[in-house]
């Protein structure tokens, strides 16, 4: 059973930056992808990104490519969202979350078997 805990949210101006993590433990960290995703009020939950088990592989939505990245530290059992350029409608509830299987469906909620308890991010325009 893996535990999963965000941190790192808060409340930002439109074009700032933040970084969120995420620690794990009860599990081999490095034997799981690690997937990020977002929930805005009144929306479903959207798939951000995910980083494979060695941290060699990284797939981002097209709404942040480019501005968030993803990474790991295996030694730390951990999992990083920086954001950058930061926009309004990036405000939601950031939920990341562990797969065993590493499978080609990345982007599905329904891959992921552990999720943390998600951390608030607001951006102010």
């Known amino acids: 059973q893996v535990q999963l805990v965000e941190s790192g949210g808060g409340l930002v101006q439109a074009g700032g930056s933040l970084r969120l993590s995420c620690a794990a433990s009860g599990g081999t960290f490095n034997n799981y992808s690690m997937g990020w995703f977002r929930q805005a009020p009144g929306k479903e939950r959207a798939f951000v990104g995910c980083i494979g088990r060695s941290g060699g592989t990284t797939y981002y939505s097209d709404s942040v490519k480019g501005r968030f990245t993803i990474s790991r530290d295996n030694a730390k059992n951990t999992v990083y969202l920086e954001m950058n350029s930061l926009k309004p409608e990036d405000t939601a509830v950031y939920y990341c979350?562990?797969?065993?299987?590493?499978?080609?469906?990345?982007?599905?909620?329904?891959?992921?078997?552990?999720w943390g308890q998600g951390t608030q991010v607001t951006v102010s325009s």
């Open positions: 979350a562990a797969d065993p299987r590493s499978g080609s469906a990345f982007y599905a909620g329904r891959s992921y078997d552990y």
